[in-house]
């Protein structure tokens, strides 16, 4: 048998091996991508999360200190 035949089968199998791994290397970079983009707008809706919670404890609070106004204008 030729060293060419001999070889050839195992080229075929490493280049069905590099064709496998460039896909899947191909999915998971775009799954990546998928996941990169659901982090930002989490990361976008925590933020406002976290603002809308500031905004209403502050109002909260501006409330509860105009109760507190309107009740020592009553009482005087």
């Known amino acids: ?11 075929n199998e ?10 899947e290397n191909l999915q998971l970079l775009e799954k990546s991508k998928s ?5 930002g707008y989490l990361e ?4 406002q999360l976290a603002s809308s919670k500031t905004d209403l404890s ?13 009740r020592t204008y009553f009482t005087c």
Not at 1 to 7: A, I, L, R, V, Y
Request: neutral net charge.
């Open 1 to 11: 048998m030729d060293t060419q035949e001999t070889q050839q089968p195992l080229q």
């Open 14 to 23: 490493l280049q069905e091996r590099l064709q496998a791994q460039t896909q």
């Open 35 to 39: 996941l990169f983009t659901k982090v």
């Open 44 to 47: 976008s809706k925590l933020s």
């Open 58 to 70: 502050c109002r909260l609070v501006q409330s509860e200190e105009e109760k507190l106004k309107a």
